[in-house]
């Protein structure tokens, strides 16, 4: 059964993004206060005020036992359960930011997708290296297909939590489970963060397809071949293909690349009709993780001596201004091979 009540520890969310704050509304919902950390100024005084998050999840009402707060260190001090859902590329700053507050018993659960750019480490890498005292048994990789606002709207929704210790992971799931929100465990850390790193920028790969009109078999074609590049990926770094064929992977790479509430995808789509990334992201006030991690992937993939065609396009498109008609030639025409290699 979904837990039903109240988690009788001190939780506290670390960034009132879409996702952030769509987390933290649910697990205030099931009756547990909790301290939400809050970037933006007016954002918070939204939040205190209206009980409405209207710059990132507009229209839904939010649990009256979420205290927001410019807080940092308030929010995780002294918490049994810190949830961070910052954007990849503030996790180190952030998290090293929180180190001298974190407790000794405080298990750890990120929500944020993305491989750090210098790095090339996932997020519980950089939790691992500006956490120290940080141990794998309390630190937890949370996801899965699942949009912000459909997860504060109550739709269905399925995830997974991972953790080397999976007595850890039971604990997370049964906090976070709700009969609108279910949760699995798994104890690859590493595959579910790859799954839910990589399928970004993939997504961004679907969404140019849509924006040069080119069809379902091509949106097909490409979800496919971008989960062999994902598993490709994933084999040198440890990853179970069983992970990158479940909850973490395969569904939140279909989710992303269909979906039109994925922002990477949005990003994509309008680069397939025509307009410049400059201009798109600044129009944008959430992130687009996948335009980060493809550098990330790219690097990396290089380093490791794994061959990732899609990515590696996405990466000339986003940085090398490469035209979507010349990345998709270039697909079209490698060499010819095997399917299964």
């Known amino acids: 059964m979904a837990n039903t009540s109240a988690y009788d520890g001190q939780i506290g969310v670390v960034g009132a993004g879409s996702w952030g704050t769509a987390l933290a509304n649910l697990l205030a919902s099931q009756g547990t206060a909790l301290d939400l950390w809050v970037f933006e100024p007016e954002v918070c005084e939204q939040i205190q005020k209206h009980r409405e998050n209207k710059v990132f999840l507009p229209g839904v009402t939010l649990s009256a036992n979420i205290r927001a707060t410019n807080d940092l260190e308030a929010v995780a001090a002294g918490k049994d359960l810190l949830v961070i859902v910052v954007p990849s590329h503030v996790m180190r700053e952030t998290a090293t930011r929180l180190a001298p507050v974190l407790g000794p018993r405080t298990i750890v659960v990120t929500a944020s997708k993305g491989i750090e750019n210098q790095t090339h480490l996932t997020m519980s890498g950089v939790l691992r290296e500006t956490l120290p005292g940080l141990g794998d048994d309390r630190l937890v990789a949370l996801s899965g297909p699942s949009f912000a606002r459909e997860v504060a709207l109550k739709a269905p929704t399925v995830v997974t939590v991972a953790c080397r210790r999976l007595a850890t992971a039971q604990t997370v799931q049964k906090v ?57 990926l994933g084999r040198p770094l440890g990853a179970d293909p069983r992970t990158l064929a479940g909850i973490a992977g395969v569904g939140d790479l279909i989710l992303t690349c269909t979906g039109s509430l994925s922002r990477n995808h949005t990003v994509g789509k309008k680069i397939g009709e025509g307009l410049k990334l400059n201009d798109i992201l600044g129009e944008m006030r959430m992130v687009a993780e996948g335009v980060r991690t493809a550098k990330s992937v790219y690097n990396l993939s290089r380093k490791l001596g794994v061959e990732m065609p899609i990515c590696h396009e996405m990466y000339r498109l986003l940085y090398e201004d490469a035209s979507p008609q010349e990345a998709l030639y270039r697909l079209m025409t490698r060499d010819l091979k095997q399917e299964l290699e």
């Open 176 to 232: 976070f489970s709700t009969p609108y929100f279910r949760v699995y465990t798994n104890e690859d850390v590493i595959g579910v963060e790859l799954g839910g790193a990589v399928k970004n920028v993939i997504a961004i790969a679907a969404g140019v397809i849509d924006g040069l009109g080119l069809g379902l078999n091509t949106r097909a074609a490409l979800i496919t071949r971008g989960l062999a590049e994902i598993q490709r």
